[in-house]
């Protein structure tokens, strides 16, 4: 049987960075764009909306990682893993058990989420909903998972980047805005660094194990340079909202972040050398998301 902290290692905390940062930094749009609209904001509209939709995001990020041990310890693929502790491929957990664990936080998530549409009014975001926990599941699971073929940072991109900040500050204030959608385009693109840097660790044994991600079709040349620029990127994007609201030139605080991660990619870091890239690159966009929430609440 698991102990706590396996199931804590198994949920693998170092990826709730990808779930904070959206929200963070949907609520500092919805702030700004509250402020711009009226000259106040109303706290007592915002917090509580803001918290759910950071429940749904943790909820869902957690319930992604359960499926994803769960599917690929059952096909394998987790047999020979450098990575973080997987819980059925380890054979720490039962494979049921590790399901039941997916399934619980994915309908969390859906508890939170209809909670939070409900307070927001925006009823037809429950086909949203239902289109995200259907991609944490059909990630690796299934019998056509996504992931196997290439499509995983896509749909990163979109759920983690473009729905989560856009339906964030949609769900405190809806009036849509193009800082809103730099910001998540910024967002997107360093979870999809995240989950480059998993990839791009498991290149050989994905290989072996025929799951297909996109840094197996890349290579490592073609992933480590995918890798630089959508960790560089995000700071380029904002270049028109820090002309248009000058605080948000806050961003730049995260920069220097960026040179570890950039420097052991682009070095040639391989396997257990890249664990600790990954803890720095989700502290990147933990930071950058945060500092972009307090530069458009200024």
Excluded: C
Excluded at 14 to 30: C, I, Q, R, S
Excluded at 198 to 209: K, Q, S
Excluded at 222 to 231: D, K, P, Q, S, Y
Aim: positive net charge; aromatic residues 8%; charged residues 10%.
């Amino acid at each position: 049987m698991a102990s706590l902290s396996q199931w804590v290692e198994g949920a693998r905390p170092k990826t709730l960075p990808a779930a904070l940062a959206p929200v963070a930094a949907g609520t500092g749009v919805a702030i700004w764009q509250l402020g711009e609209q009226s000259g106040s904001v109303d706290w007592a509209l915002v917090i509580p909306r803001a918290l759910l939709a950071l429940a749904v995001s943790f909820s869902l990020q957690i319930g992604v990682n359960f499926a994803n041990d769960y599917s690929d310890g059952i096909r394998g693929t987790d047999d020979d893993r450098v990575g973080p502790f997987r819980l059925t491929g380890s054979g720490a957990a039962a494979p049921r058990t590790v399901k039941s664990a997916a399934v619980g936080s994915l309908a969390a998530g859906a508890v939170f989420g209809i909670a939070l549409i409900a307070l927001a009014q925006i009823w037809w975001a429950l086909v949203v909903g239902a289109a995200a926990i259907a991609a944490a599941w059909f990630y690796t699971g299934g019998r056509r998972p996504y992931g196997y073929r290439g499509l995983g940072e896509v749909f990163v991109f979109v759920f983690f980047g473009l729905v989560a900040v856009n339906g964030t500050a949609y769900a405190i204030t809806p009036h849509p805005n193009w800082v809103a959608l730099l910001a998540s385009i910024a967002i997107g693109l360093l979870a999809v660094a995240l989950m480059l840097t998993n990839n791009l660790r498991d290149i050989p044994t994905d290989a072996v194990a025929g799951k297909r991600t996109l840094a197996v079709r890349l290579g490592q040349r073609g992933t480590r340079a995918l890798f630089t620029v959508n960790l560089l990127a995000p700071f380029v994007l904002m270049v028109p909202v820090m002309v248009a609201h000058r605080p948000v030139l806050l961003v730049l605080v995260a920069l220097p972040l960026a040179y570890g991660p950039v420097r052991a990619v682009l070095g040639g870091a391989r396997g257990r050398d890249l664990i600790p890239v990954l803890g720095r690159t989700g502290r990147l966009e933990l930071v950058f998301s945060l500092l972009l929430l307090l530069g458009l609440a200024l």
